[in-house]
């Protein structure tokens, strides 16, 4: 069973930073690619950034488009969100998620039918 636990949110001011890690359990965890999404209260969830797994090619959402930067370790099961020039429009939960090994066919990875594992979530609040 694949588990995915999210940490590093927290409360800070527009223009800090964050970095937010996901880290994924299982003895056979594999994946095709990973994704970080995020929900503001009364908000539908929305797609942040993705990476696939073995190549490292990554996509963003525009609106976090040369602020925020995802990254992985393949050795250690672990994918990361760094967050530059934070502003209050951030402010949601973040979720991590993973795809299954082999892609679903003609489903984009902005999209959350392309994952089949998401963490619990961590939340990040920026506030002046």
Known sequence: QVQLVESGGGLV???DSLRLSCVASGRTF???????FRQAPGKEREF??????IVGTTIYAESV????TIS???AENTLYLQ???????D?????CAASPTIARPNVSLRLGAAYEHWGQGTQVTVSS
């Open 13 to 15: 001011q527009p223009g």
């Open 30 to 36: 594999k994946t095709n690619a990973m994704a970080w």
């Open 48 to 53: 942040v950034a993705a990476i696939t797994w």
């Open 65 to 68: 488009e040369g602020r925020f």
């Open 72 to 74: 992985r370790n393949n």
């Open 83 to 89: 967050m530059d020039s934070l502003k209050t429009g």
């Open 91 to 95: 402010t949601a939960k973040y979720y």
